[in-house]
């Protein structure tokens, strides 16, 4: 009786191990509070300006991320996306690429066959699902971008080198083909690190349940911080739950980190939207990602033309706007201003917009409601300054984006364990960055 409870137990936690290895860890209890902290430098770089005034929409510019990878080690450069969940590198050289990770002289590098669970079951939240290549037998995945960017190749294991630890067996994407939209942003890094909620996604795969970063709004740097940054970050933090939904939904990303916008305020003045426009519908449309990798942020088509239309009317005396109804900054931007071509905006003359979440605020303030763009186009030589608040209709998303021009000195803390993003207001990420190394 002793020994066949003693086999039934030893069954049992077999079983349970190979669950934990197929099942997405996005719903397991992931503990890292006994791994140390991991410090990495954040790079800001700049959307390169089109000669035209409406610049292709990128899914994943400007935030990257410096490591190695392989055996030797081949240094690489990722962009950081919260809103994607496969990490991946380019690996065949192509005119338009500034680096690329080559399979063939690493030791470790490792193609996942089409049998393995991980090809069948972990990833399952991918938006296009693995398929089988015929010809090598390998998992073939795919990515795709609102801007039309689309790239494909194989998943694999890795070893990456951070610091002077290795981790062994890291699961990404190899990829080989595919179509860009934009060839200067794709030589500006190696690849992508996906960072949502997804079984696959980088955080999860190195096993921390809570992540941080910190973009500078002057120097073009930042820091992020894979583990627990409570004793890194003294300021105060307001936090907003997870919105998590089971149910598939045909727009719903449910690996994404949704949370709840409530309303929107323009100064003093809450805008007169019922709040039942910020919640999904039975298909899912209408979520609120934070997201990375996205630049501005973006609103479903109603609640944009309220923003607009209140923006527009407590700034009337201060600001000159665009008349070309024509004038659509990357096609989905249309509140532009004339400023003088040796003046700048007056800032501190501009109403805050606040973005009210459940048990969290954000506010927009100063330089960061206006991004000056390309006037190519436009009569005379006025410069021209765009609101950094988007239209989601016209980028062709059923969605509500927050992006990562309005999370410039802000602590952004995104806890997995507690299923929460934390907001730290007001922070010089200059010398949060340095605080942090001078601790490393």
Sequence with gaps: MASSSLSSLSNLLLLISILLLIFPLTFCKISSRNQEPLIFSLKTKNVPQSSSDKLPFRHNVTLTVSLSVGSPPQNISMVLDTGSELSWLHCKKAPSLGSIFNPVSSSSYSPIPCSSPICRTRTRDLPIPASCDSKTHTCHVAVSYADATSLEGNLAHETLVIGSSSRPGTIFGCMDSGLSSDSEEDAKSTGLMGMNRGSLSFVNQLGFSKFSYCISGSDSSGILLLGDASSSWPGPIQYTPLVLETTPLPYFDRVAYTVQLEGIRVGSKLLSLPKSMFVPDHTGAGQTMVDSGTQFTFLMGPVYSALKTEFMAQTKSVLKVVDDPNFVFQGTMDLCYRVGSLTRPNFSALPVVSLLFRGAEMSVSGQKLLYRVNGAGL??????????????????????????????????????????????ADVRCDQASQRLRSRD
């Design 379 to 424: 009569k005379g030589k006025d410069q021209v300054y765009c609101f950094t608040f988007g239209n989601s209709d016209l980028l062709g998303i059923e969605a509500f984006v927050i992006g990562h021009h309005h999370q410039q000195n802000v602590w952004m803390e995104f806890d997995l364990a507690k299923s929460r993003v934390g907001f730290g």
